[in-house]
C-alpha cells in the first residue's frame, strides 16, 4: 500500500502573538493539553509515515499507536496502523495467539478508519474509508479469519459507500459463491451488469462465474455481450474462440450437429479477433485447431484435405510469428 497523497496535515508553528490569544480564552490549562496533544500527534503520525514507506510495520504500529493515543480524532492514522499490522501478520503462523492477535488489531483499525473516514469532508481522507473495508473483506477471508459473515457485512458497506462500482458486486457474489448459495451469487453478479452495463469486466466475472458452474450457454452468452461491448478488442473474440474450442473438443454428451455449430462459431470469432489484429498468434493457433475438429468431422476426402492444409498454414504462420518475435525480444 503507497503513501503517496495520503498526508496527515501540516504541522503549523504557534506565534507569540497567536499563544497570546489562546491565553486569554481562559481554560489555558485544558486548551493547551488539547494543543500539544494534537501536536505530538502529528509528529508521531508524520514519523510513522516514513517507517510505514520503509515497510518498518513495527515501528509504524508503535508510532501510529502514539498518533491516535495523543489524537484519536486523527483518523486516516487507523487505516495505516491496521494496515501496519495486517503486513505484520504471517500467514505461515496462522493459528498462532500472538500472531492471530494481529489480524484482530488491524480489523479493529480497519473499522474505526471505515466509520469515521467514510464521512470525512475531507476528500483524500474519505477515499480510506471504502479502502479500508475492501481490506477487512480480505482479512475475514477463508485463508485468513474465515468469517464470511462479517465479509458479507463489509462488502454491502462497501457498496452502500460506492453503489455503482461493479468491484464490490463482485466481492460480494464471490462471498456467496464460495459459501455455495450460488443463485445468490448470480443474482449479484447480474447486479453487478445493471450498474455498470457498458464495462466489459462485468461480462468477463458474470461468464467466469457461469462456468465454473458448467453452464456453458450462459457463459458463452456473456463472454459474446462483452464483444458487443468491445468490438475493437481483439482478445474478447479470441476468447469467444477458445470457449467454442474447448466445448466442441472436450465437451461430454454433445451432440454432432451441436459440435458443427461450435466449430463455426469458433471459426467466426478467430476471424474477428484475427480482422482486428493480423499478427495474433493465439487467435492463429486456435483457428488451426478449430479447423483440425472440422477437418475430423468432414466425410469428403478432398474437402478434408483442404481443410487439413489451411490449418497447416496457420501452424506455420504462428510458428514464424513466434520466432520473429522470440528474435525481436532477444535483439
Same mark, same amino acid.
Given at each position: 500500500?503507497?503513501?503517496?497523497?495520503?498526508?496527515? +496535515?501540516?504541522?503549523?508553528?504557534?506565534?507569540?502573538?497567536?499563544? /497570546?490569544?489562546? #491565553?486569554? !480564552?481562559?481554560?489555558?490549562?485544558?486548551? +493547551?493539553?488539547? $494543543?500539544?496533544?494534537? !501536536?505530538?500527534?502529528?509528529?508521531?503520525?508524520?514519523?510513522?509515515?516514513?517507517?510505514?514507506?520503509?515497510?518498518?510495520?513495527?515501528?509504524?504500529?508503535?508510532?501510529?499507536?502514539?498518533? /491516535?493515543?495523543?489524537?484519536?480524532?486523527?483518523?486516516?492514522?487507523?487505516?495505516?496502523? +491496521?494496515?501496519?499490522?495486517?503486513?505484520?501478520?504471517?500467514?505461515?503462523?496462522?493459528?498462532?495467539?500472538?500472531?492471530?492477535q494481529l489480524l484482530t488489531k488491524a480489523v479493529t483499525s480497519y473499522e474505526r478508519c471505515a466509520e469515521k473516514c467514510s464521512v470525512s469532508d475531507d476528500p483524500v481522507v474519505k477515499k480510506l474509508g471504502p479502502l479500508s473495508l475492501k481490506y477487512l473483506v480480505q482479512a475475514y477471508g477463508a485463508d485468513r479469519l474465515n468469517?464470511?459473515?462479517?465479509?458479507?457485512?463489509?462488502?454491502? +458497506?462497501?457498496?452502500?459507500?460506492?453503489?455503482?462500482?461493479?468491484?464490490?458486486?463482485?466481492?460480494?457474489?464471490?462471498?456467496?459463491? %464460495?459459501?455455495?448459495?450460488?443463485?445468490?451469487?448470480? %443474482? /449479484?453478479?447480474?447486479?453487478?451488469?445493471?450498474?455498470?452495463?457498458?464495462?466489459?469486466?462485468?461480462?468477463?466475472?458474470?461468464?467466469?462465474?457461469?462456468?465454473? %458452474?458448467?453452464?456453458?450457454?450462459?457463459?458463452?452468452?456473456?463472454?459474446?455481450? $462483452?464483444?458487443?461491448?468491445?468490438?475493437?478488442?481483439?482478445?474478447?473474440?479470441?476468447?469467444?474462440?477458445?470457449?467454442?474450442?474447448?466445448?466442441?473438443?472436450?465437451?461430454?454428451?454433445?451432440?454432432?450437429?451441436?459440435?458443427?455449430?461450435?466449430?463455426?462459431?469458433? !471459426?467466426?470469432?478467430?476471424?474477428?479477433? !484475427?480482422?482486428?489484429?493480423?499478427?495474433?498468434?493465439?487467435?492463429?493457433?486456435?483457428?488451426? #485447431?478449430? #479447423? $483440425? #475438429?472440422?477437418?475430423n468431422n468432414e466425410k469428403d476426402s478432398a474437402k478434408q484435405q483442404s481443410i487439413l492444409k489451411e490449418a497447416d498454414t496457420l501452424r506455420d504462420k504462428a510458428e514464424e510469428l513466434r520466432k520473429a518475435k522470440a528474435a525481436g525480444v532477444a535483439k
Amino acid at each position: 500500500m503507497s503513501k503517496n497523497g495520503h498526508k496527515g +496535515g501540516s504541522m503549523r508553528s504557534l506565534s507569540g502573538a497567536s499563544l /497570546v490569544a489562546v #491565553l486569554a !480564552l481562559g481554560g489555558m490549562s485544558s486548551v +493547551g493539553c488539547a $494543543r500539544v496533544g494534537v !501536536l505530538t500527534a502529528q509528529k508521531a503520525y508524520k514519523d510513522a509515515n516514513v517507517a510505514y514507506q520503509q515497510q518498518d510495520y513495527k515501528k509504524a504500529v508503535s508510532l501510529y499507536e502514539q498518533a /491516535v493515543q495523543d489524537n484519536p480524532d486523527l483518523n486516516q492514522a487507523y487505516f495505516f496502523l +491496521g494496515n501496519s499490522y495486517d503486513n505484520l501478520w504471517k500467514p505461515s503462523k496462522k493459528g498462532d495467539a500472538a500472531n492471530d492477535q494481529l489480524l484482530t488489531k488491524a480489523v479493529t483499525s480497519y473499522e474505526r478508519c471505515a466509520e469515521k473516514c467514510s464521512v470525512s469532508d475531507d476528500p483524500v481522507v474519505k477515499k480510506l474509508g471504502p479502502l479500508s473495508l475492501k481490506y477487512l473483506v480480505q482479512a475475514y477471508g477463508a485463508d485468513r479469519l474465515n468469517d464470511p459473515a462479517k465479509a458479507e457485512l463489509a462488502v454491502i +458497506g462497501m457498496i452502500k459507500l460506492e453503489p455503482t462500482d461493479p468491484e464490490n458486486y463482485f466481492a460480494l457474489a464471490n462471498i456467496y459463491e %464460495q459459501a455455495g448459495i450460488y443463485d445468490t451469487a448470480e %443474482q /449479484v453478479f447480474l447486479r453487478a451488469k445493471d450498474v455498470k452495463p457498458a464495462d466489459p469486466a462485468v461480462y468477463v466475472q458474470l461468464a467466469g462465474f457461469y462456468s465454473r %458452474q458448467d453452464d456453458f450457454d450462459k457463459a458463452i452468452l456473456a463472454f459474446e455481450e $462483452r464483444g458487443q461491448k468491445e468490438p475493437t478488442n481483439a482478445e474478447a473474440f479470441y476468447t469467444i474462440a477458445t470457449q467454442y474450442y474447448d466445448r466442441a473438443f472436450r465437451g461430454s454428451g454433445v451432440k454432432d450437429a451441436d459440435r458443427r455449430t461450435y466449430i463455426e462459431k469458433g !471459426l467466426a470469432a478467430s476471424d474477428k479477433a !484475427l480482422q482486428i489484429k493480423a499478427d495474433y498468434t493465439e487467435a492463429l493457433v486456435y483457428k488451426g #485447431l478449430l #479447423l $483440425r #475438429l472440422q477437418a475430423n468431422n468432414e466425410k469428403d476426402s478432398a474437402k478434408q484435405q483442404s481443410i487439413l492444409k489451411e490449418a497447416d498454414t496457420l501452424r506455420d504462420k504462428a510458428e514464424e510469428l513466434r520466432k520473429a518475435k522470440a528474435a525481436g525480444v532477444a535483439k
